[in-house]
Structure formats: C-alpha cells, structure tokens
C-alpha cells in the first residue's frame, strides 16, 4: 500500500476489446483495478478475475472502480476469446480488456513489474505460445496514484476493503 500522491501510475494508451482507445488517463475521476490477465489462462486468470468481479459486484453502483484487464498474451487477444471469458468467468459488462502489441504491452508489463515469459511450443502445422505472468492488480485512485498492489491470491475482502477506504477518502 502507498499513501496518496506518492506514486504515479504509469499512463499508457492501448485499445480495448471493441477498438476503442483505453488509457488511464481516460478513467481519472474514478478508482481503477488494473490487473494483468491472459485470455487463454484455464489455471488462476480465472480464479483472479472471479475475485476482482465479486468486488466490483458486491459495491453500490457508483462506487465500482473500473477494471482494466491488460492482456499479457498478445496471441489470444481477440473477440472471440474476450466473450468467451466473460461468459465462461461470468464477468461484469464493466471489465475492458486493454490490448495491443507484444511491444506495446510489454512496455505496460514493464512499468508495472509484471514479468511475462513467453515460451513457444511448435507442434505439426501450428505455433503455441504458453504464457507463465506474475498474478497482480493494482488499485489506483480517482487522481491516477497507486494505492495498493494485491498479488494472486488475494481475498476479495482485502480488495474490497481498499475501495471502499478509497471511496471514504482515506488511506487503501
């Protein structure tokens, strides 16, 4: 956890899953979960991204941070696989997947302290890329400062709890 105004959050501009431009910057004036997903994981995307959304779901409307879901698996990203993520992990309409290169999300990995590591698997006819990436989210606050870093597994009370001190104006 950091107090307020100690540490910027790191901007970036990508797109999400729909094309549309995604930027934190956008989202000021509003509380942000940023987390670090790929949309082929079977083993804890699922599981992190079924703790954010009950987050998220458990807050009063106005009070839900918004969720920014950077892929850290450029080979997957495509609508086919983002739909069948939110039906299958039975996410909010609210989560946006920020999308874009390797070179352009590996910039993002880096200014957060994610660690990807891509390793390729060929195999007759077809290029697997299997993705192994450090489990975080970020909290950052309606002004774009990290408030607090949970890292997989977390329980979504602790989560929870950070927002709403967020909300109250207080520390995460």
Known sequence: MWPAGKRRAPDFALRDQAG????????RGRAVILT???PLC???C???????DQVVRSLPRAQRPAIIAVSVN??????????????????DRSWRWAV???????RVWQAYAIGV????IAVPGLVVHEVAHTEASYLIDPRGFKRALFVYPFAAGDVDQAVRQLEKGGAA
């Open 20 to 27: 549309a431009p995604i930027s934190l910057h956008a989202a």
């Open 36 to 38: 670090f997903i790929d």
């Open 42 to 44: 079977t083993n804890l």
């Open 46 to 52: 699922p599981l992190e991204a079924r703790v954010l």
């Open 74 to 91: 450029p080979w997957a990203d495509s609508q086919r696989n983002f739909r069948r993520d939110a039906r299958k992990w039975r996410l």
């Open 100 to 106: 874009g290169s390797k070179a352009q999300l590996a």
């Open 117 to 120: 590591r891509v390793r390729r």
